[in-house]
């Protein structure tokens, strides 16, 4: 069986674009419990029917989450735009160490939908635990560290790359800000965790009505804690942090809830895995970790590019390019809800053999990404002096009118520019999710820690000092050409076909044997997780890893 996994894998690479033949000569033990343990409707609906099923929740619940983060800039900016800076620099901060583990968590949805597609959802449970126990480890022993020491980080970061500081009053406020994120984002990586659980089991319902319910909650105490509404005390932008918690731990409640619920203990033994295992955690790392390298590797580098390089030509600038990456959120994360359905999807395409069919569903993925944000790409052109004044007019008279029509014109410029490199988004975002559900996950983490710095960072940072006179807009062209670069290389992988060779969820039976129980579709079972006893692992299937 061994062998004939390895020939069939040797074929499939050797010609990555041929359409593999289903059933298979021989089935995959595998392959006895699939369509048994699947809905019926699920198995009957129609390619577009199946893929808008599970990316219309995920991607409701993307732009839901954006649609917290635009309201809770939109109140900062009544406010003036120091404070809108400092909501901007403050909550990349707070976001930045924390994106690592983040990123890493994504790779809960690979190991619960390939184990969804081999038929033992049962298996994913585990996965969704070791996430959160890794998530609370991370929050006490790298989170608040951090936050305590924020304001040398980021003196370090600035005094490092040369870069001018903003004003006293920016500091003080970003660093409020971040701070109080820092000291909730345990329930952000939890939520993560939980959430990715129900991606992989096509049940994105359960997270967007968490997320939905958390923002509705954000909104009330934002909104009353930033003006001090319904007898709340006036704290200004760090208001508006206190309420992305308590949202937060709404976001989180709700589908740990429905996950710790009678139907769930019973149907997928969710607590029976509880307790910490190194092997579910090792399993996570074993391909996480380029996951978890390039989403915080990403985040590092714009939170360089937003708080040093674009910083430092002026608070005008920085507010402008915070506007307009409020916008680009309203484009992106809906694509981030897709790539995160695509993951799912091809994840349960990978675990029951069907590459082929994996091809066809990130084509139309694609496609339908690309519409999406080809559509706000035109909107970014045609109502760009809109959409920024928006923003740059505030109650209390804090901005200036020579402020408001600076920061409309800078940001008018940015909107342009963001414009030309949407579809490149589109398909890097898609492509990204689809290699993920694979479990193809080291090239893209390393390809893109070096083009981000080498482009973003390096390129952003020549341009910001060898041609000042281009302002903010200089790195904001060294962003534009990484995101297109980014897009071209994912797009090459992934017509590789080096993809097929990854999957995390291995076919071959493997009985405990004290209790017989199937050990299959676990990566590394040192322990069994039904009696406890310790178990072998074949040599044969060490080499198949």
Known sequence: MLAASRKRRATSHARPHARLHWPPSTPLPMTRSTTSRIPRASRERGPLAEMLAIATPTMATMLSYTLMQFVDKYYCSRLGPEELAAAGNGGIAAWFPVSVMMGLLGVVNTYVSQNFGAGRPERGPAYAWAGMWMGLGVWLVILVPYGIFLPQVYAAMRDGLNLEHPSARVIELETIYARILIAGMVLTLWARGIAQFFYGMHRPLVVAAGVVAGNLVNWYFTWALVFGKHGFPEWGVAG????????GFVEFAIPMGVFLSSKYRTKFRTLASWRPSVDRIRDIWRIGWPAGLMFG?????????????????????????????????????????????????VGKCVGSGRFDLAVQRVGLATKLT?????????????????????????????????????????????????????????????????????????????????ISWGVIIGGGWSLAVFAPGLGSLGPWMAAAAYIILFAILLLWRFRSGAWRSKAVVQPAEMRCPTCSFDLAGLITPSICPECGSSVGRPAALSNEL
């Not at 002026?314 to 915070?322: Q, V």
């Not at 992106?332 to 799912?344: D, E, Q, R």
């Not at 909107?379 to 402020?403: C, K, Y």
């Open 240 to 247: 508006s942090a206190v309420g992305t918690v308590i949202g």
């Open 297 to 345: 590797n990403e985040m590092i580098c714009w939170w360089i590019f937003m708080a040093g390089l674009v910083a430092r030509f002026g608070t005008e600038h920085n507010a402008a390019g915070w506007i307009t990456l409020q916008y680009m959120h309203l484009s992106f994360m809906p694509a981030v809800g897709m790539s995160i359905a695509v993951t799912a999807i």
């Open 370 to 450: 690309m519409l999406y944000m080809g559509v706000c790409a035109a909107s970014f052109v045609l109502f760009r002096e809109p959409m920024i004044r928006l923003f740059a007019s505030g109650d209390h008279n804090q901005w200036t009118p020579e402020q408001t029509e600076a920061v409309i014109r800078i940001g008018s410029q940015l909107l342009i520019l963001a414009a030309i490199f949407q579809l490149f988004d589109a398909i890097g975002i898609t492509l990204v999710g689809a290699l993920r559900g694979a479990g193809d996950t080291v090239w893209p983490g390393v390809m893109t820690a070096i």
